[in-house]
């Protein structure tokens, strides 16, 4: 029974109903046994609340303009450690070996994608991040163009 959960604990004995909208809990509501008389009531009672009050959840849903979406390459997220939207530094190990570069990262047709560029003998900390900055901001050009003819 989508939305209704059974709770029978030590002083609590009936069918809480809970709608979801717009990400999160739209209302909740517990039919107690004891209230209602039996369980079989409750229940009966539970089913038809959230019925109704799921139709009024969709009906909110559909009248509440969603918010538009930011651009993701506006500002970094709190956790970015690059500075840079869509650059991010890696550190970890693989198979027992240390392994540490900078990932550039897009979406291309909705489907994201990412380029590593790892620091080795051959490239420096600071070549590596130079690197995926550059192609990062390389792919945030094309996104605007497409954004622009859309």
Same mark, same amino acid.
């Given at each position: =029974? ?10 609590? *004995?009936?069918?809480? &109903?809970? %709608? ?9 509501? /517990?039919?107690?046994?004891? @209230?209602?008389?039996?369980? $079989? &009531? ?9 019925? *109704?009050?799921? =139709?009024?959840?969709? %009906? *909110? ?9 930011? +651009?993701?390459?506006?500002? +970094?997220? #709190?956790?970015?450690?690059?500075? &840079?939207?869509?650059? !991010? $530094? ?9 392994? *540490? ?13 990412? #380029? ?5 003998? !051959?490239?420096?900390? !600071? $070549?590596?991040? #130079? /690197?995926? %900055?550059?192609?990062?901001? @390389?792919?945030?050009? #094309? =996104?605007? /163009?497409? =954004?622009?003819?859309?």
């Amino acid at each position: =029974m989508k939305g209704i959960s059974r709770i029978d604990s030590k002083n609590t *004995h009936g069918w809480y &109903v809970r %709608i979801y909208a717009d990400g999160g809990v739209f209302t909740s509501k /517990l039919f107690s046994d004891r @209230q209602y008389g039996s369980k $079989e &009531v409750a229940l009966k009672n539970a089913t038809t609340f959230r019925d *109704h009050n799921q =139709m009024v959840a969709d %009906i *909110h849903k559909a009248n509440t303009p969603r918010k538009p979406r930011r +651009p993701f390459f506006e500002r +970094p997220a #709190k956790n970015n450690s690059s500075g &840079v939207v869509g650059v !991010n $530094e890696v550190k970890t190990v693989i198979k027992g070996r240390e392994v *540490h570069y900078f990932q550039s990262t897009w979406s291309d047709d909705g489907k994201p994608k990412s #380029k590593k560029y790892y620091i080795n003998s !051959n490239r420096t900390v !600071n $070549e590596a991040r #130079k /690197l995926a %900055i550059k192609f990062r901001k @390389q792919k945030e050009d #094309k =996104m605007r /163009l497409n =954004m622009a003819k859309s």
